[in-house]
């Protein structure tokens, strides 16, 4: 039987508290590194475009995501509408730049967790929670009295504030952060965060001392634990043998997800070093480069 970390700070009143801390934090907003102290109580708008209410764009049973995750039944995966990150080729942009997707008081967004966890989801998959924690918190200490129990998913873009992080102590299970680039010009270029790296990499750190490495049940899926993604682009702009340097430091044992799906979208076309796909060498090169540093646990390669 699987026990939620959240399942404790609920009973004592750690939940509460933390929503509370959300919740001050959104009247001068510092809820991410990007410190825009905005008023959003009052409806002013940072630089992720979401006022206290989240917007949702879907919900639903995933089965594309990480194997100890989609398990037998899926992974209950709810999708916010915006980004605290601007990344001109992200392959949602309808959601996370124009922002699709409906408004969602905490009652209902803790009627969606439940329903996800009644179709037989292993885990709530929050994806880019960053801006939206406040509103999970509060929906969270609503679905727990009526019978949530299974692991929460913080799948998030890593640019995430660490005192925010250790306000979230005891709510997530699994933290799942990309870790886009160790190259600051990129980052700065590509998402408007110069200072990605210093920050994700700080992040992950205190994700991982937090939740460590990713523990599987008898099954093979996911009880709790750190996996980070890492999506591979043109010409090494993302500088990911530097990526993986950090990834193999914190751990030999962290759970990763090279991704090679990256492909021009949105305003891609606008930089000369995104305009095509990413060759079979890029990949191999990222691949071997992770086993070189001793990584095992490589997605869809070797899974322990
Ligand atoms: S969560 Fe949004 S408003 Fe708050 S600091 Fe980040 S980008 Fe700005």
Do not use: W
Not at 2 to 22: M, P, W
Request: charge should be neutral.
């Amino acid at each position: 039987m699987i026990h939620a970390s959240y399942i404790d700070s609920f009973n004592t009143g750690r939940l509460e508290k933390a929503a509370q801390e959300l919740y001050d934090r959104l009247s001068g907003c510092t809820l991410c590194p990007h410190q825009c102290r905005v008023n959003r109580i009052q409806g002013e708008q940072g630089k992720c475009g979401t006022g206290v209410l989240p917007a949702v764009s879907s919900y639903n049973a995933h089965f594309g995501e990480e194997a100890p995750l989609v398990g037998r039944n899926g992974s209950g995966t709810i999708f916010f509408t915006h980004c605290n990150l601007a990344c001109i080729f992200c392959q949602n942009y309808d959601i996370s730049q124009i922002g699709r997707g409906q408004e969602m008081p905490p009652e209902e967004l803790a009627r969606i967790m439940l329903h996800l966890q009644k179709k037989g989801c292993h885990n709530i998959n929050f994806v880019t929670p960053t801006h939206v924690n406040y509103a999970i918190v509060r929906a969270l200490i609503m679905a727990v009295p009526r019978g949530l129990t299974i692991p929460l998913v913080y799948n998030s873009g890593g640019y995430d504030a660490v005192d925010i992080l250790k306000i979230l102590d005891g709510v997530y299970d699994i933290y799942m952060p990309d870790f886009k680039y160790m190259d600051p010009d990129s980052a700065g270029r590509l998402s408007g965060a110069a200072d990605y790296p210093s920050r994700a990499a700080a992040a992950i750190q205190e994700m991982h001392r937090q939740v460590g490495d990713l523990a599987l049940d008898r099954s093979g899926v996911a009880i709790r634990g750190l996996l980070v993604r890492h999506l591979v682009l043109p010409n090494n702009l993302a500088a990911t043998d530097r990526v993986i340097n950090f990834i193999a430091g914190l751990s030999r044992n962290t759970y990763i997800n090279i991704m090679d799906q990256y492909r021009p979208e949105f305003r891609a076309y606008e930089c000369l070093d995104l305009k095509r796909r990413i060759t079979l060498d890029e990949y191999d090169a990222a691949v071997q480069h992770a086993r070189i540093r001793g990584l095992t646990r490589i997605d869809g390669l070797r899974i322990k």
